[in-house]
């Protein structure tokens, strides 16, 4: 088995500052993605990485950058937080094509103040 | 683009009831459908998927039968328990080589005893 792992579990910030959540997992999958979950409207994707250095915007990418520095990794960096923008920010995995399992982590809650 | 509906929440029931959360999706691909469950304080996790039409998924007493005519993926469990409560996702991944997965807004489900 494997796991992934987010930090922070918590990340405060204030308006306006450039904040990064990290991923890592040791499943040694090829595909990551990151989703942003509100409640009342599921997750929906901002970015996705098929292979290291690769980056696929999904569809909240705006306002987001994200960075696959190496297989295991995969970080997002919300450049500009607002406080409209307080979710919990879910990290994922895969191996590489359509229709495998997503393996999740545990979600990083993000504050704004 | 990809998108899945599914019933809004929440959903009360008492344990013991039948439960049926609806799923509808709509793709130019054929995708293989998901039923993701999550935790409370968990990341989602897989329940079952079906890659191929007219075939049934199940896990847990859950089942879901992937209908092409209708484009529907509707879950269903019999007897439901206090234990089940949960949020479900329904979620697609379509054939073309994106690795996107595209999920619905979730159902809260709250079973009480």
């Known amino acids: 088995g494997g796991i992934i792992t987010q930090t922070p579990k918590f990340l405060i910030g204030q308006e306006g500052q450039k904040l990064t959540l990290k991923c890592q997992q040791n499943f040694n999958h090829d595909t990551m993605y990151w989703y942003r979950q509100d409640s009342g409207k599921g997750l929906r994707l901002i970015y996705y990485?098929?292979?290291?250095?690769?980056?696929q915007k999904g569809d909240l990418s705006e306002g987001y950058d994200a960075s696959r520095e190496k297989k295991s990794s995969f970080s997002l960096t919300v450049t500009s937080a607002q406080k409209n923008e307080m979710a919990v920010f879910l990290c994922a995995s895969s191996i590489r094509g359509s229709g495998n399992t997503l393996y999740f982590g545990e979600g990083s809650r993000l504050i704004v103040v | 683009g990809d998108s899945v509906t599914q019933t809004e929440g929440p959903v009360t029931l008492s344990e013991g009831t039948s439960l049926t959360v609806n799923c509808s999706y709509e793709t130019k691909q054929y995708p293989t459908l998901f039923w993701y469950v999550q935790y409370p304080g968990e990341g989602p996790q897989l329940l079952f998927k079906v890659p191929k039409a007219n075939e049934k998924g199940s896990n847990r007493g859950f089942e879901a039968t992937y209908n092409k005519e209708a484009t529907s993926f509707h879950l269903q469990k019999a007897s439901v328990q206090e234990s089940d409560s949960a949020v479900y996702y329904c979620a697609l991944s379509d054939h073309s080589n994106t690795n996107k997965v595209v999920f619905g807004t979730g159902t809260r489900l709250q079973v009480l005893p």
């Open positions: 990485s098929i292979t290291e250095n690769d980056l």
